[in-house]
């Protein structure tokens, strides 16, 4: 599944207020309700706990929050850039401003693996980095997904 086919344009967030990691995580888990059906505490909860096994910050102002649940019957992906970068307590202790959400289903198994991976791959591109952080809608971001899909095709 390529990341523009995972981030719909309504699970993506471009211009999020927010003021910790907490308050990221429940916006997030809001949205991600409102996409997958599913309750926002639910989500919320299997994020946080996440969270508790280790940052799920991995630097250069990334932080890519996922977990798995039960009822999901795919994978579903959000992204936000946050208006204001955040302490996330990411592994170079880099404030975040980039956040994409992956939630799976329980029994995802690779498929869960290959969208994590994919989206690491994107995120790690410093130049689309720059352009999601320049993009100021969800349209726009979206696009960006596209492209980065087409120019990685097999």
Not at 96 to 112: I, Y
């Amino acid at each position: 599944m390529e990341i523009a086919e995972l981030i719909s344009t309504a699970g993506i967030l471009p211009n999020l207020r927010v003021t910790s990691k907490k308050q990221t995580l429940q916006e997030l888990a809001k949205k991600a309700a409102e996409i997958t059906g599913l309750p926002e505490r639910a989500i919320f909860e299997v994020l946080i706990e996440r969270e508790r096994l280790g940052t799920t910050g991995v630097g250069h102002g990334i932080a890519i929050p996922h977990g798995k649940l039960a009822e999901l019957d795919k994978l579903h992906g959000l992204f936000a850039r946050l208006e204001t970068p955040i302490d996330f307590d990411a592994i170079d202790e880099q404030p975040v401003d980039l956040v994409c959400v992956l939630l799976a289903p329980e029994k995802a198994g690779a498929d869960h693996l290959k969208a994590l991976a994919r989206v690491s791959r994107l995120l790690r591109d410093k130049s689309i980095c720059e352009k999601l952080r320049g993009a100021d809608s969800a349209d726009a971001i979206h696009a960006l997904f596209t492209a980065f899909s087409a120019s990685h095709a097999a």
